[in-house]
C-alpha cells in the first residue's frame, strides 16, 4: 500500500556529510504525505538494537537522539513526497543502516533501509 525508498548512503570519512532521502510513494493514497502522522529515521548497528535518530512529533517539531543532536537535521518536502536526514560531522560511531519510516493510520511502514559507513 505504502512504499518507502532510501537513498543517499555510502562511505564516508569521519567529519563528513551525508544526505538521506526517503521517498515515500503509495497507489491506493492520493496525498500520503499528509497522511502520516508520524515520521522518522531509525538506524541500527551491528549488534546492537534498532534506535530512533530523529523523528517528528505530532505537533511537527523534530526531536533527535542525544549523540547526534547539533549534527543531524531531519526535515521534509511534502512536495516531494520525501523526508530526509542531513548528516553532517559523522563519527565511526554512526556507522549502521538506516532506516526510514512512517506510521499511516494504525500500521507502521519502513524502507529497505541504507548503509552508512564512517570511517576514520
Known amino acids: 500500500q505504502v512504499q518507502l525508498v532510501e537513498s543517499g548512503g555510502g562511505l564516508v570519512q569521519a567529519g563528513g556529510s551525508l544526505r538521506l532521502s526517503c521517498l515515500v510513494s503509495s497507489k491506493i493514497i492520493s496525498s500520503v504525505m499528509s497522511s502520516i502522522s508520524r515520521m522518522g529515521w531509525y538506524r541500527q548497528a551491528p549488534g546492537k538494537h534498532r534506535e530512533l535518530v530523529a523523528g517528528?512529533?505530532?505537533?511537527?517539531?523534530?526531536n533527535y537522539v542525544d549523540s547526534v543532536k547539533g549534527r543531524f537535521t531531519i526535515s521534509r518536502d511534502t512536495a516531494a513526497s520525501t523526508f530526509y536526514l542531513q548528516m553532517n560531522s559523522l563519527k565511526p560511531e554512526d556507522t549502521a543502516v538506516y532506516y526510514c519510516?512512517?506510521?499511516?493510520?494504525?500500521?507502521?511502514?519502513w524502507g529497505q533501509g541504507t548503509q552508512v559507513t564512517v570511517s576514520s
Open positions: 519510516s512512517v506510521t499511516i493510520g494504525f500500521r507502521d511502514y
Open positions: 517528528f512529533t505530532s505537533d511537527s517539531s523534530a
